[in-house]
């Protein structure tokens, strides 16, 4: 396996684990919070879907989907075109409310342009320095690892939060 099937696979995972958290739920289901601090499915995809797709974009040089395709006037969110989610407070995240199908169509935008992207990383590629805000500097691998694990946890919070709203 080389780095981009790897990778490749490993961003197919995220992509399985938020239909496997979002489909079938209505729009009231997805913004259930179950306690007044927790984020909700809605919030918890909207966020880890404009953290790869920010990321992503950052890494590349290239226009995030989210303004470059219109993602940010179809949900109608009151945030910044820049918000991603992340130091949002507990007011702001309860705000996040889109039905299943807008939720799974920006995700399943951003995994194809992240297919895309990483579809012919090499070795070398990642260890090219993408952020330079950070000591030690951010390197494409370390950008990618950490946009995956933070994914993941998301991806699964949702999916728990998922199974506390189908039970009750």
Avoid at 36 to 61: C, E, F, K
Avoid at 87 to 100: F, I, T, Y
Avoid at 140 to 166: K, M, N, P, T
């Amino acid at each position: 396996m080389n780095s981009a099937a790897l990778l490749t696979d490993s961003f197919g995972r995220i992509r399985e684990a938020v239909h496997e958290a979002v489909e079938g739920l209505t729009e009231d289901q997805l913004a259930v919070r179950i306690d007044p601090d927790a984020n909700s499915v809605a919030w918890l995809v909207w966020h880890l879907t404009r953290i790869q797709d920010d990321h992503l974009a950052g890494a590349y040089g290239t226009e995030q989907l989210w303004t470059g395709d219109g993602w940010r006037d179809r949900f109608g969110l009151p945030f910044p075109a820049e918000a991603t989610g992340y130091g949002q407070s507990r007011a702001q995240a309860g705000k996040v409310r889109a039905p299943a199908e807008l939720l799974l169509g920006y995700h399943d935008a951003v995994h194809a342009r992240t297919e895309e992207l990483i579809g012919t990383v090499t070795n070398a590629d990642l260890d090219r320095v993408v952020d330079t805000a950070w000591d030690p500097p951010v390197t494409l691998g370390v950008r990618l690892v950490s946009v995956i694990a933070d994914a993941l946890q998301h991806a699964g919070q949702a999916g728990y939060v998922r199974g506390v709203v189908e039970r009750g």
